[in-house]
């Protein structure tokens, strides 16, 4: 049975410059993407896969085109509050630099989005702590992100991007600043994750990340260029 | 604005405890300030009340010329006094004082006190009462009756701390080569900083001082009480064409004297503590806003900083007012500590001040919450603006941000 979860008909996507000049990024996609899958975004620098992602993850607006996501028509919203709400509690985001905040502990940093979907303070905690001990970093709650080497930060970052529980979890390189070992240990989560029938969207430029996905969608120059690559495990 | 966001507020300024303590010091020194500067216009202005109690509203007192065509041009005398009583309808009272500085002894203490010479009248017109004994009578003031009233000063002068003021009646004080035999003590007045003080003086009938002890030297003065306090431009203009009558002026000339309504004087006076405490009041509220410059200065740099963390709190669902809420508490909490520093610093210093000689610095509640109200106002009016800056990130380009 299909369950689309994103879909996009004929987004386009532009970029304007100081001096008023207009700089397509996304040229026409059409994208469908079911619930459940695994899906790596690659292609050259450049190509539109970060403009795609994020605005799947409504950090962006596109410029035309239709965005569905469970159905709805959310490319039309424009309103801070909903696009905060559909962020906050649809999406987790996961970055190549982690994006932790430094002056925090891990265990803050984690229940970071449970406080914009206003959860109690307990609860928070008792939620961030025990996915921090699911990802093996139980030890660790304490601890500021820049005591904790790169695999663990990135760990970090995904038991907060899992902290709401999202339907789709939103990877920019995510094992681009880590050592193969650790690039292991994230992609054995994401696979995880996809196991309880979450979605996984991973922009990457290693064979040895998108190997771990479903499919893999090309992109270059704002087009798609193939839709169902597959690499062998 | 909850919970959450102060305490994020709270730990966001922890974490650069250096740049917050600095930028909340302009603050604390404009608050400070204010606490102060207030004091000092309130404690001037109380000055003046003190300085003017015993001048009863009602009061208009004329005076010699001073200067060039002082003592021998001046012709008031008390017999300007029963003439203005004689034929004035809005003056109630009057008398000629004599005051001067003389040497008194008791026993083998001598010390310099005021001498008051006038009629019984002057109890009235300068508020006094007594603490014992009576004042001299009509008769008494006339016919050089070697009576006087002291003030506390005196007693507290010439016997121990504490003496029971009925215990010094019918003592004798020495004056020059008469001797005054006390008949009352007055009520202490205190806390009186003007020249105005009847703590340090003697009163003694108006014939006696001016036969025996200041009639060589000085000049009267002529106190009077208008009927009542809306009666007092009224009476001091009659008091006025009364006097130039009765010293024979002719309309071209100018008053041989000079003309005072009590009202007219404290008002004077009033004005010019007010206008020092505006003057002052007006420097403190231009440190503040240099302060709240300072604050605004600081959030800018700070949400320039923390662009990234910006970025993601928008990612991670943060909405835009949270954001707000965010940067404008820490420029609040930021500011209202150091308001409440500022006014802690203030009221400290106050009774330094006060030890100074001539400070006189008074406590103000209203100061404490126009510091503290204005120092809050100062952290939302001028962290308002950065922080709605940082709101409106765009949130990828915020995660962009080094």
Known sequence: MKDVLIKFEDVHKSYFLAN??????????????????????????????????NIIGCLHALSSGKYFLEGRDIGVIREDYALAFVRNKKMGFI???????????????VALPAIYARIPHAE???????LLQSIGLGERVRHRPPELSGGQQQRVA???????????????????ALDSKSGKEIMEIFCEFKERNKTVLMVT?????????DRIVFLKDGKITSHDYKLEK | MNFETLKMAFEALLANKVRSGLSMLGIVIGVSTVIIVVGIGLGSQQKVADQYKNLNVTSVIVMGMRGRDSASSTKISEKDV?????????????????????????GKTSSSFSVFGSSAKFFDISNLSLAAGRVFTEDESGNTALLTVIGNGVLEKFWDEGTDPETVLGEILTVGNKKLEIIGVLKEIGSSTGPMSYDDSLLVPYSTAAKYLLGSTTKPNLYF??????????????????????????????????????????????????????????????VLIVSGIGIMNVMFVTVTERTREIGIIKAVGGEQKDILAQFLAESVILSMIGGIIGIGIGEIAIPFLNNLEDWYVLHSPISIFVGFTFSVLVGIFFGFYPALKASRLDPVDALRSE
Do not use: C, W
């Not at chain 1, 430029?205 to 996905?213: D, L, R």
């Not at chain 2, 005072?260 to 009041?281: P, R, Y």
């Open chain 1, 124 to 130: 928070r905690e008792a939620r961030a702590t025990k």
């Open chain 2, 82 to 106: 029963d003439y203005v009583l004689a034929n004035a309808a809005y003056v109630n009272v009057g008398t000629a004082v004599l005051q001067g500085n003389l040497d008194l002894s008791y």
């Open chain 2, 225 to 286: 009480l208008a009927t009542d306090a809306d009666t007092v431009d009224l009476a001091t203009a009659e008091i006025e064409l009364l006097l130039r009558a009765n010293h024979k002026l002719k309309a071209a000339k100018e008053n041989d004297f000079r003309i005072f309504d009590a009202g007219s004087m404290v008002g004077a006076a009033t004005d010019t503590a007010t206008t020092l405490t505006i003057l002052l009041t007006s420097v403190a509220a231009i």
């Open chain 1, 205 to 213: 430029h290693t064979p040895e990340a998108a190997k771990y996905a």
């Open chain 1, 95 to 109: 970055f190549q630099s982690f994006n932790l905040l430094s002056r925090m502990t891990a265990l803050q940093n």
């Open chain 1, 20 to 53: 008023g000049e207009e700089v397509p990024v996304l040229r026409g996609i059409d994208l469908e993407i079911q619930k459940g899958e695994f899906v790596a975004l690659m292609g050259e620098s450049g190509g539109g896969k970060s403009t795609l992602l």
């Open chain 1, 158 to 176: 995904i038991a907060r991007a899992l902290m709401n529980d999202p339907e789709i979890i939103l990877a920019d390189e995510p094992t681009g």
